[in-house]
């Protein structure tokens, strides 16, 4: 995933952290390069990191560490649309896939939580397509000043991924623009002015 956003989405973010710390929401915060990113770029952010895959969790909360931040919290679990246990299939080239083997992890609702924050990267292997369909969605996310995302093939029901989640972004009211494409995955940005 490209961390740096669009002019338009930094504009806002530096907008608003100039005035205070940005709240940032990390799901699926792999071994915290998202992390790393936003607190050299506001040195003042709150982080909270969402990973479930054991060995990341280990290089993420090493990571966190390292960097001597006072506001990166790391949460062991899964970025869901509802409050449940998840197993995860397997763990190959970067990837946590949820499914019904493997490890056993708690599943967070995070929908709830999205309005504490102005900054949301979520990239969480498929896992995004019941949040974003959630009935939800667009109030979770009206507080959020800036959000990317990394859509996914797997775990869509629609036949273009990439439009299901433009459309997702653009039902929340968000400015938006696309990153880098890969053949099963790609992501977008959304942003809003920070008022």
Known sequence: MAYEPPPAAAEALQQLAVRRALRVLDLGAN?????????????????????????NLRMLARCAAHNGVAHW??????????????RLDGYRYGQSYVGTTGVEVSGFDV????????????????SE?????????IDAVQGVTAFVLEWHGRGCTMQNPRLAALGAVKAAGF????GPLGSDHGTIWGWRSAS
């Open 73 to 86: 919290d790391v949460v062991e679990g899964c970025a869901m649309a509802a409050r449940c246990i998840v």
């Open 111 to 126: 929908l709830p939580m999205l309005a504490k924050y102005d900054f949301v990267k979520m990239d969480i292997e498929g």
């Open 31 to 55: 071994v915290g390069l998202f992390a790393v990113y936003v607190l050299s770029r506001y040195p003042g952010a709150e982080v909270t990191s969402y990973e479930p895959e054991p060995h």
């Open 175 to 178: 400015s938006f623009g696309s």
């Open 129 to 137: 397509w019941p949040i974003l369909k959630d009935e939800r969605w």
